[in-house]
């Protein structure tokens, strides 16, 4: 036997499966998904067929002329969950299992009607990156096994659904009071990139192949903030090759959403936080449509590889911002992005193996591991690349690279070869080595300069210094410029400085969450008391990991904003995703150690 990711207990001697047919009832009253997979294996097989399930309860497995095929569970990990291990009669070319899904599956959360901005109708949805899609249906989930998939989907008749596939029609009342949408999904894609959402959705056409979905409360101005899309796509396309999966929608999630955006393919899933209304939080549409090459066409292998995904598509991120928005925006967005980078050396430290680019994760969570270092160090690493070629043979090394191993799943040392080969001596000269095999950064990491960037690190400087500079140094600024002078402040400013700062910048009422949640952390952190209620309103209404991280740390600075952390989280604990409450409790844990030392 011979397993080939740490996450799986896919058997590399086992058939693949090529195609799921998914039959699912949703049910929000016991908050489950009841109904039945059928896995279709790439040829008829006999023996033992190991899947992956984790919370998964299993009523019966059989195969295509009806027959049982028995099955028994491994032991349970707490990372992998169970393995389900089926013996397979000779000849078995389908397999349907029965099942049901738990209200605790970790790919799911479910909503009250209170808890949706219509407050009328339940919502859930699902994220199955990185290992989660074993919570919703008993697969090989490593992204070595592609599949395409169709799903019958029933839902309340009041609600619609969506998915990361293609719409293949509605069907009435399958039970009573019920809808049940069809979906069909003709290209494989690797089981994290399996979704659904459901919910009271509208939509807004933003292009002939693009739109948006959200509750009607939102679709409105979703559309407005989402109107350059068509602009991107067409960009993305000059720059790494054709659109290969038909549409590009996107849906808003609830705030709870624990991330900015995943890239579901055909429906990018977002948190409303990238609605600022002005359109200036859109570089994560960047990025999640760039996974459309970058991740979904050529995928990570398995979690060790994660800097395939994110790396690459964080520096085509930038590429789309530059050719749209020029390349003072895009070098705003590497100065922030370096300050992510440095953050999560510091958390982990410069030694750390999870600082690495190709990590070795058996036995680790890969949420445990989740870090801006495959993200900004990776695109580092992909910069140099391209300083050294220049940016036309690196244009053109990026397009051969994504056509010849579209719809593949691949490792490091699988690019690393076909570097070698298409732009020989690359790696060596930027010392790939050390980029991917070492922890910390490397000393030749490439240098992001611009004139406006200093200014701005000039004026966080001397504001710190005591030196105010005037409102309107400062207010004519755009989001991208004040983040980079917000960032560049000391985390603890004195009552004085933050009074002029609110009063001067208005930043406890910003629309925009990255300015807003950066303004709140330094404030919470001096204990600055009037942004206290401002915290807990965001803190009760964001699930995003990426902010609660930082409010949550800065509270746990002074003994008065430690006990406010401990009673926001009280109050909002239950409507958090469970992703999001291991977040917070393991920043709090941190908490008790400050006060001992
Ligand atoms: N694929 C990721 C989100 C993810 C990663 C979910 C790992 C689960 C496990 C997505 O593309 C992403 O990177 N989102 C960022 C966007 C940002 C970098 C623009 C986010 O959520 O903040
Ligand atoms: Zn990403």
Known sequence: MATIDPHSHYDTDQPRTRHLRLNWFVDFENRQINGSVTLELEKPSAGFFDLDTKALAIRSAYGQNGEDIPFEFGGEDPILGRRLRLDLPEGTALITIDYTTSSEAVALQWFEPELTLGKRHPFMYSQCQAIHARTIVPCQDTPRVRVSYNAAVTVPEKLAAVMSAGPAGILPERGPGTRTFLFHMPQPVPPYLFAIAVGDLQSRDLSPRARVWAEPGMVNKAAYEFGEVEQMIATAERLFGPYEWDRYDMLVLPPAFPYGGMENPRMTFLTPTVIAGDRSLVDVIAHELAH???????????????????????????????????????????????????????????????????????????????????????????????????????????????????????????????????????????????????????????????????????????????????????????????????????????????????????????????????????????????????????????GRMKYLRPLYSALGKQARTRALAREIYLQGKANYHSLSRRVIESVMEKYSEEVNS
């Open 292 to 542: 459309s090459w970058t991740g979904n066409l050529v995928t990570n292998a398995s979690m060790d590889h994660f800097w395939l995904n994110e790396g690459f598509t964080t520096w085509a991120e930038r590429r789309i911002l530059d050719a749209i928005h020029g390349e003072k925006a895009s070098a705003l967005r590497w100065a922030i992005g370096q300050k992510a980078l440095d953050e999560s050396v510091a958390r982990f430290g410069s030694d750390s193996p999870l600082t690495k680019l190709r990590t070795d994760l058996k036995g680790v969570d890969p949420d445990e591991a989740f870090s801006s270092i495959p993200y900004e160090k990776g695109a580092r690493f992909v910069t140099l690349l391209e300083r050294h070629a220049g940016r036309e043979r690196f244009d053109r090394f990026m397009r051969a690279y994504i056509n010849a191993f579209r719809f593949t799943s691949i490792t490091t040392e699988e690019f690393l070869a076909f570097l070698e080969q298409e732009l020989p001596g690359a790696a060596a000269a930027v010392n790939a080595d050390a980029w991917l095999y070492r922890p910390g950064m490397p000393a030749n990491a490439p240098i992001f300069k611009s004139e406006q960037l200093d200014e701005l690190v000039a004026a966080a400087e001397a504001f710190a210094a005591g030196e105010l500079p005037s409102p309107q140094q400062l207010a004519n600024r755009d989001s991208s410029e004040l983040l980079v002078f917000l960032q560049s402040l000391p985390r603890r400013l004195d009552r004085a400085s933050l009074d002029w700062l609110d009063q001067n910048l208005g930043l406890t009422r910003r629309g925009n969450y990255e300015i807003l949640v950066e303004w709140l952390t330094i404030a919470a952190g001096s204990d600055y008391e009037p942004v206290f209620e401002r915290v807990r309103e965001v803190l009760l209404e964001v």
